[in-house]
């Protein structure tokens, strides 16, 4: 079969087998050679496993692995980890301490396949924000910083690929979201595919353009995002965490109030917190099922700022007995609603009905 050079192919079978414990990882799947493909699933799913196999620390007893066109695993030919053109970022930057940051880097880039140009050199420090970090050593970077550092000497091999395993899971929320905007430039600034591990919603949505997620080795559901996350059957994204995805611009921004309005579809829009995002960006927003409610008609005097004509298409049972999921369609837009049983039989809800749905603002980050 001939490869198609522009998809990411990967078929790995993998037994692991020790006195008390069997795993196996059987995963086969063709993901984008661009943007950001996130791995997603419970602790013990497989997701480290299988970025090792695509790097070829691990070697699967059955596999081909196909980047950009190269197979790095194919038949009996195996390509070991080192001859593969990889950046690799781990859970906690492992810089090498004798040396400075720009020490760091140095050494990163002799390992390069091609010298690294003066250009993409200085494009990479100041993506991530290191002018001033540069003479400093790893003990006296923050961990944030750090992880920037780390993430600058993968890029500065030139790889081919790009992976991340779970690189923000050793920092605090704070730190977190000081560097998830350097890795939103880094998908965008460069054209390098990222396949990304997570165990983090927040940081899928905000990233990934393609989502794999594994469930006891095998992978369970595939494809763009707002697609895998909106899949009322992935039990990691029904109860508590249902909720869908949307996408929109920037229309307007209050001040006065700290919130800003994202037009979603033609005349759909909602209000959340302002984190500061100029008018006309682009952004995606999660909306949990839990914080959208449905009343019968408008009510105007509600503290919630959100409320926009829907449809019921489907009310589906939910994890818990007392709630239901009631899927609605707002002009192209799809939104769920979490509510009980009892708010759903009081308001004599049906399919086909039109209600009001309401999203509480103090739940979006805009
Ligand atoms: N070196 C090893 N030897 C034996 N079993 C291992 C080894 N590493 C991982 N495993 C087992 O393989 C399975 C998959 O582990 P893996 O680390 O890939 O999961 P993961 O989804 O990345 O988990 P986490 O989110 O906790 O990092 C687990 O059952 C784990 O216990």
Known sequence: ??????M???RVKLERQSAQHRFCLDVDCELPDSGVTAIFGASGSGKTTFLRCIAGLERPGQGEVVVAGQAWQQGTSFTPAYQRSIGYVFQEASLFEHLTAKGNLLFAMKRADQKVSDDYYQEVISLLGLETLLQRF??????????????????LIQPKLLLMDEPLASLDQARRQEILPYLARLREVFAIPILYVTHSIDEIVQLADHVLVLQDGKQIAEGELTEVLSQPD?????????GTIWQGQVIERSETWHLAQVECAQGVSVWGRDTGIS????????????????????ATASSILNKISAKILRIDPD???????VRLQCDVLSLTARITKRSAHELDLSIGQQVVAQVKSVALVC
Do not use: C, H, K, Y
């Open 1 to 6: 079969m001939a490869n198609t050079p522009s």
């Open 8 to 10: 990411l192919r990967a």
């Open 138 to 155: 790893p003990i006296e970077l923050s961990g944030g910083e750090r992880q920037r550092v780390a993430i600058a000497r993968a890029l």
């Open 234 to 242: 992935l039990p990691m994204f029904t109860g508590f965490d249902a």
């Open 279 to 298: 008018v006309g960006q682009t952004l995606r927003i999660r909306i949990l099922a839990r914080d959208v409610s449905i009343t019968l008609e408008d």
């Open 319 to 325: 994890l818990d007995e007392a709630m239901l999921l």
